[in-house]
């Protein structure tokens, strides 16, 4: 059963001035008429203001003459609407749990992704994230539970363009929108960011697979996720056992049901950031995966075999298993798409072949990619 979201902000809205009271003549067929145009404008406007308090994106569509999913052109005309008509808050007044809520699994479970303007644009990491669900097993189907989660402004537009459910994320007076260098300031911004409101997707009831962009789908990871767990995690190396804790986890994936022990634990996650600064997401996890306060929670943690859920760091060598393919272990944008472009056609030519030769398919990746 979905939850109900709460009640929608109510928002200000400015109505258009409506005639000029010293342009109408004092004669005798203006008199019989105004009381006819009075009575058009007093219903057809609170309608249009009302369409436009439920649907806000919808309603900034139909006035450009544009459609909400439609080509790379469309984003940039959206985005260049925004600016002028000054609506992005507008836009944004689609309210996270109205998304999730749309997005949702019957379960209460939906997949998420966050990206910027460097890897929203044409022909970077979005476009390739997206395409392995249209060429994944199974996958397609996930891809109406996708929210994406745009941090800057031309990410959403783009966003707005090619998918369904979007999310703009703001984060104020930080800009989010360029290629942001591993462990630069603003690139450990963006991350604790990121915890911070994956935090407030738990706290709304939602379980989630967060997943970074620069990881390809090839098959539904869902029926090989561990039912006993809260919180599950892929790795950049894996021991071979699911609960030893000197498995190397990797935040740019997981899987996590919304309850009180996970929200604990992401509180705790995002709080212990200053006790260790400096550090990302994923180092500080590594400091605190040992703390006794996990235990004293009673969270369920595991991670997860790189048979399934591979990367550059350690491929999963059995393409008859492999539910995801991560760019990590890789420096830099031009060298994760170049990659992740061949692993896209690996996995193409795996999908293409007899069943009898299909157990001789082998990545030709990573190349351009190499360990930081």
């Not at 439609?70 to 925004?82: F, M, P, R, S």
């Not at 996720?225 to 804790?245: E, K, M, R, V, W």
Request: aromatic share 12%; charged share 20%.
């Amino acid at each position: 059963m979905k939850r109900t979201p709460r009640h929608l902000s109510p928002r200000s809205v400015r109505f258009p001035m409506v005639g000029n009271a010293e342009l109408i003549q004092e004669s005798g067929e203006t008199r019989r008429i105004l009381p006819t145009l009075l009575l058009v404008v007093a219903i057809v406007f609170p309608c249009l203001v009302l369409y436009q308090l439920a649907n806000p994106v919808e309603y900034l569509m139909v006035q450009s003459g544009r459609s909400a999913v439609g080509n790379g052109e469309t984003a940039v005309d959206l985005a260049k609407l925004l600016e002028i008509e000054g609506n992005v808050s507008e836009a944004e007044n689609v309210t996270l749990e109205r998304i999730l809520e749309k997005a949702a699994m019957e379960d209460n479970t939906v997949i998420l992704t966050t990206l910027n303007e460097a890897w929203a644009t044409p022909d970077s990491i979005m476009d390739l994230f997206l395409h392995s669900f249209r060429i994944g097993f199974k996958t397609r189907k996930l891809m109406d539970h996708l929210v994406i989660v745009a941090l800057d402004q031309k990410a959403y537009a783009r966003c707005l363009s090619v998918h369904t459910h979007c999310f703009a994320l703001q984060t104020e007076g930080v800009d989010f929108s360029g290629e942001k260098s591993f462990m630069t300031p603003d690139y450990l911004t963006m991350m604790w960011r990121r915890i911070d409101f994956l935090r407030s997707v738990l706290e709304l009831g939602y379980n989630f697979v967060f997943t970074d962009a620069d990881i390809m789908w090839f098959r539904d990871p869902f029926p090989v996720f561990y039912s006993d767990a809260d919180f599950q995690i892929a790795c950049d190396h894996f021991s071979g056992n699911p609960t030893d804790l000197q498995n190397r986890p990797n935040g740019g994936f997981n899987f996590v049901k919304s309850n009180n022990r996970t929200i604990s634990f992401y509180k705790f996650w995002h709080k212990s950031r200053e006790a260790h600064p400096g550090y990302h997401d994923q180092d500080v996890l590594n400091f605190i995966k040992y703390d006794p306060f996990i235990s004293e929670i009673g969270l369920q943690m595991r991670f997860l075999n790189t048979d399934y859920f591979g990367g550059f760091c350690e491929p999963s060598k059995d393409f008859k298993k492999v539910c995801t393919m991560h760019a990590n272990c890789c420096v830099g944008l031009g060298s994760k798409i170049h990659d992740l472009s061949i692993m896209l056609e690996d996995w193409r030519r795996f999908m293409s072949l007899p069943p009898l030769q299909k157990s001789s398919s082998f990545w030709r990746v990573p190349r351009n990619c190499s360990v930081p």
